[in-house]
């Protein structure tokens, strides 16, 4: 039961990877005054399973000066990472559940920088190295933050469970009483994503394609699901944390999707950010307001316990 139920996960999380490159195409598309795909099918639905056929059956570049097993082995790295991350999705209906999944999530998050890094360094290209090292900086940077952040949920809901969540959340959001933490939380999931404005590891006007310069074909396909992966498990644990867990409810996967069109429209309307501004914002900003707001919350709790 436990293998059936992640499989029918893993098949509707990829088919909602498939829909969610169309859905960015087609509202950057709107953004920018026009139609986006429209050609491929009814209103352009079947375009993501021909982008996908064409990238699968493109010819695989071989670079002779690569360190060629690491140069494979990294995307199928990061999409096996994906794939773990999600046997995380809450479920109420006896098939597993985790005890400590926040601290697998940082476990897994903490393992995601292999990948870019390997992709960037076994390609042998200064561009893909630099884009990797950038990447790699700027996710380590920004999971210290996170970690604090989901610290201070933690000493709420007295577990690492993402149910528990759903069962300290009935009466009252966790986003109604720590806005700026909520703010905090998005950026870094941008950043922890690698998606604009903080894309530096894909950076084109400075680095070409960034860490996935050297990948073509099916290489790429993995690195592109991964990341729209990565975007979706993101999305469901922001509504996880912060805004209620009823999975049995129509607006929990609304409020996903609204989170993902999110990530979308700030790819359309923001503009790259400076690399040093992005450290800056992580360090001086992010860092002491979740350790603030941290030790608020522990003092609340302390405080309450003893009454």
């Given at each position: 039961m436990f293998i059936i139920s992640?499989?029918?996960?893993?098949?509707?999380?990829?088919?909602?990877?498939?829909?969610?490159?169309?859905?960015?195409?087609?509202?950057?598309?709107y953004i920018q005054l026009?139609?986006?795909?429209?050609?491929?099918?009814?209103?352009?639905?079947?375009?993501?399973?021909?982008?996908?056929?064409?990238?699968?059956?493109?010819e695989q570049a071989y670079l002779y000066k690569s360190n060629m097993l690491i140069?494979?082995?990294?995307?199928?790295?990061?999409?096996?990472?994906?794939f773990i991350?999600?046997?995380?999705?809450?479920m109420m209906i006896n098939v597993y559940s985790f005890n400590f999944g926040i601290l697998?999530?940082?476990?897994?998050?903490g393992m995601g920088v292999y990948g870019v890094m390997m992709c960037g360094w076994s390609s042998n290209s200064n561009y893909a190295l630099l884009g990797g090292l950038r990447s790699v900086a700027q996710t380590i940077s920004y999971e210290i933050s996170m970690s604090f952040i989901m610290l201070t949920f933690i000493i709420f809901v007295f577990g690492f469970n993402l149910l528990d969540f759903m069962f300290y959340q009935k009466y009252v959001w966790f986003m109604l009483f720590s806005l700026p933490m909520f703010f905090c939380?998005?950026?870094s999931c941008l950043a922890e994503t690698n998606r604009p404005p903080f894309d530096f590891a894909e950076g084109e006007s400075e680095l070409v394609s960034g860490?996935?310069?050297?990948?073509s074909g099916g290489l790429f396909a993995f690195i592109f699901l991964s990341e729209y992966m990565n975007i979706i498990f993101m999305s469901m644990l922001t509504v996880v944390m912060f805004m209620g867990c009823d999975i049995w409810s129509i607006m929990f996967y609304v409020s996903v999707v609204m989170i993902i069109f999110w990530f979308i429209w700030v790819r359309g309307?923001?503009?790259?950010?400076?690399?040093?501004?992005?450290?800056y914002l992580t360090w001086k900003l992010f860092l002491p307001l979740s350790l603030n707001y941290f030790l608020l919350f522990f003092g609340l709790l302390i405080l309450f316990i003893n009454d």
């Open positions: 992640y499989l029918v996960i893993l098949i509707f999380i990829l088919v909602s990877v498939a829909f969610v490159t169309l859905l960015e195409r087609k509202v950057l598309g026009r139609k986006g795909p429209n050609k491929v099918g009814f209103m352009g639905l079947l375009q993501p399973f021909s982008d996908g056929l064409k990238l699968f059956f493109k140069y494979h082995l990294s995307p199928i790295f990061m999409l096996l990472l994906s991350i999600w046997s995380l999705y809450p697998f999530f940082m476990c897994c998050t939380w998005l950026s860490f996935n310069v050297e990948y309307v923001l503009p790259r950010f400076r690399y040093d501004k992005l450290m």
